[in-house]
C-alpha cells in the first residue's frame, strides 16, 4: 500500500515540480488535482503538461482522489490563491484527520477579504499554516537545477519540529531557509507579482535598462512599506521571498506576470495578452487591487502598484509611465 509521506494538493506546475523535487529526493509524494481527465493523463505519461521534459519519479502518485494525500502527515496547498479557501472548505470535511500542521505554495492576496492565506486557512483548516515563497520557476525546480526558497512557519510550530520540516523538505538542489516571519514572506510573494508587470511594462515600452533598475528598486520600496504596516519584517523583504524573487520575476523570461505586462506594453489588449499566455492565472492582476485596498487602508502611497492598476483598467501604458516620471520630486 502507497503511504505518502507529504500529500500536494493542486497538480499546477508549481505544485506538480515540488512533488517531483521531494519525490526524486527519496520521500513518497501523493500528487491530488481536481481534474479527473488531467490526472488520468499524468499518471499514463508520467509527465505534466507544462513539465514535458521530466517523468516522475516512481514514488510519485497522481490521482483525483485525495485519499493518499490525506493520509499523510504533511499537507501542502499548491491551488491557484483566489479559489484556494473555499477549495479547502470543501476539501477538509472528506479528511478523517487533520495533519499538524499545513504549507501554502501560493502567491496572492485574497481579493475577498485582503488577507493572506495563512491568515484566511487557519480558520478553515484549524490548523496552523506556513508559506514556502522564493525565487523559483516550477520547469527549473523540477529539472534539478539548484534553487534557493523560504519556509515560513508560525511561531507555534517549535523550533525543533521548524528545523525537521526543514531538513525533510530540502535536497541537494533545493535549499530551504527557515523563518518566522510568515505575513511577510507571503506579502512579498503576492507584491512581487505586481511589480513584475510593471517591469513588463518598460520593457515591452522599451525604455531600456536604466528604467528598469529603477522602477525594481522603488518597487522594492512599495513592497517594504505595506510588508512592515501589515507586521512583517524588513529583513525578509531585503532576503529570499521579497528583493529575490522580485528580482526572478522582473526579468525572468519565464516569468507569466512579466511577460503579460511586457506584452500590454507592446500595445495588445489586457484580455488578448491573457489569451497569448494560454489563459494561465496572472497573479498580480488578482492582487494589485487588493494590495491598493490595503494600502489606502493604512495611509501608504503605493505609485507603482496603482499605475499597474490603471494599466488594468484600459489606460494608455505611455500614460503610466508618464504620470510616474512627473511626480513630485522626493528624498529617497
Known amino acids: 500500500m502507497f503511504r505518502a509521506d507529504i500529500g500536494v494538493f493542486g497538480s499546477g506546475a508549481w505544485g506538480t515540480a515540488l512533488a517531483i523535487t521531494?519525490?526524486?529526493?527519496?520521500?513518497?509524494?501523493?500528487?491530488?488535482?481536481?481534474?479527473p481527465d488531467e490526472m488520468a493523463q499524468m499518471a499514463a505519461t508520467r509527465r505534466h503538461l507544462r513539465l514535458?521534459?521530466?517523468?516522475?519519479?516512481?514514488?510519485?502518485?497522481t490521482s483525483d482522489d485525495p485519499a493518499a494525500a490525506f493520509a499523510a502527515p504533511l499537507w501542502i496547498s499548491a491551488m491557484p490563491t483566489q479559489v484556494t479557501p473555499e477549495a479547502w472548505r470543501s476539501l477538509?470535511?472528506?479528511?478523517?484527520?487533520?495533519?499538524?500542521?499545513?504549507i501554502h505554495v501560493s502567491k496572492g492576496i485574497l481579493q475577498s477579504t485582503h488577507q493572506t492565506l495563512s491568515q484566511a486557512l487557519t480558520g478553515v483548516l484549524d490548523v496552523p499554516v506556513g508559506a514556502l515563497s522564493g525565487p523559483t520557476f516550477a520547469?527549473?525546480?523540477?529539472?534539478?537545477?539548484?534553487?534557493a526558497i523560504v519556509l515560513a512557519l508560525p511561531q507555534t510550530v517549535s523550533d525543533e519540529r521548524a528545523k525537521a520540516l526543514q531538513a525533510q523538505l530540502s535536497?541537494?538542489?533545493?535549499?530551504?531557509?527557515?523563518?518566522?516571519d510568515v505575513v511577510g514572506t507571503e506579502l512579498c510573494g503576492a507584491l512581487k507579482n505586481v511589480l513584475a508587470i510593471a517591469a513588463g511594462l518598460v520593457d515591452g515600452l522599451k525604455l531600456g535598462y536604466n528604467a528598469r533598475a529603477a522602477l525594481i528598486t522603488r518597487g522594492l520600496a512599495e513592497m517594504a512599506r505595506l510588508v512592515e504596516v501589515l507586521g512583517g519584517q524588513p529583513s525578509t523583504v531585503m532576503g529570499l521571498a521579497g528583493m529575490g524573487d522580485l528580482l526572478l520575476t522582473a526579468t525572468g523570461p519565464q516569468s507569466r506576470n512579466r511577460t503579460f505586462g511586457e506584452l500590454?506594453?507592446?500595445?495588445?489588449?489586457?484580455?488578448?495578452?491573457?489569451?497569448a499566455l494560454g489563459g494561465q492565472v496572472i497573479e498580480g492582476m488578482f492582487t494589485c487591487e487588493a494590495a491598493l485596498d490595503l494600502a489606502q487602508e493604512?495611509?501608504?502611497?503605493?505609485?507603482?502598484?496603482?499605475?499597474?492598476?490603471?494599466?488594468?483598467?484600459?489606460e494608455r501604458?505611455?500614460?503610466?509611465?508618464?504620470?510616474?516620471?512627473?511626480?513630485?520630486?522626493?528624498?529617497?
Request: charge should be positive; hydrophobic fraction near 40%.
Open 52 to 61: 514535458k521534459d521530466v517523468a516522475f519519479p516512481d514514488n510519485l502518485q
Open 139 to 147: 520547469d527549473e525546480v523540477s529539472r534539478g537545477v539548484p534553487s
Open 298 to 314: 493604512h495611509g501608504l502611497d503605493l505609485p507603482i502598484a496603482a499605475e499597474v492598476q490603471r494599466l488594468l483598467n484600459g
Open 317 to 332: 501604458p505611455e500614460e503610466a509611465v508618464r504620470r510616474l516620471m512627473t511626480r513630485s520630486l522626493k528624498s529617497e
Open 171 to 180: 535536497s541537494e538542489k533545493l535549499r530551504i531557509y527557515l523563518s518566522r
Open 22 to 35: 521531494w519525490a526524486r529526493a527519496g520521500a513518497k509524494v501523493a500528487l491530488w488535482g481536481t481534474f
Open 264 to 275: 500590454v506594453g507592446r500595445g495588445q489588449s489586457v484580455d488578448a495578452a491573457r489569451d
Open 92 to 102: 477538509r470535511p472528506r479528511a478523517e484527520q487533520a495533519p499538524e500542521l499545513v
